[in-house]
């Protein structure tokens, strides 16, 4: 594999860590405020994540080349309310579309083929995590300081992560 493009997967490895990492402190925040639907929306994002982590692994090893962690560095843990904490998340999954586009381009000037199909699904994948994301935080606009509200999309958001067309990593 040509080096910067290793070492540009092994940056976009503990990007996908540090969003796992992310989404479990983001779960424990919601699982502390009893809302119990969001931390667990949260929690299949956090294994998610890591799956997407293992999916770069495999693919850059499967190409001969060298996998090496890195440290992360502690994910924010205080936020002012659930709407903070989504968007947060949005702009988190903004931030890896980037890098992965970004990713993508470099394999394609290193003419490295071969990693295109990988990051195409990747890209595919971020449109539907942003447009999740996005869909909960203008939800969450609409309820504003309804509790009752905000109780009701607790008890829907998990059923969510199994809707027929949802990418499952
Ligand atoms: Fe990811
Ligand atoms: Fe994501």
């Not at 190409?63 to 560095?73: C, H, K, P």
């Not at 309310?81 to 947060?88: A, Q």
């Not at 203008?138 to 809707?163: F, K, Q, T």
């Amino acid at each position: 594999m040509d080096p910067e493009l290793q070492q540009a997967f092994n940056d976009q490895i503990a990007l996908e860590l540090s969003s796992s990492y992310a989404y479990l402190q983001m779960a424990a925040w919601f699982e502390a405020r009893d809302l119990v639907g969001f931390a667990s929306w949260m929690r299949a994002q956090w294994t998610e994540e890591s799956a997407h982590a293992t999916k770069f692994i495999d693919f850059v090893l499967d190409r001969d080349g060298e996998v090496v962690l890195q440290a992360l560095t502690a994910p924010q843990s205080s936020f002012g309310s659930p709407l903070d904490v989504i968007e947060h998340a949005h702009a988190h999954e903004q931030r890896v579309t980037a890098s992965i586009g970004a990713l993508y381009a470099l394999a394609q000037a290193r003419q490295d083929y071969s990693s295109l199909p990988l990051l195409g699904w990747f890209l595919n994948e971020q449109v539907e995590e942003e447009s999740s994301v996005r869909q909960i935080v203008g939800e969450l606009r609409l309820i504003g300081d309804d509790s009752s509200a905000l109780l009701l999309l607790d008890r829907e958001l998990p059923a969510r992560r199994g809707r027929v067309g949802d990418a499952q990593a």
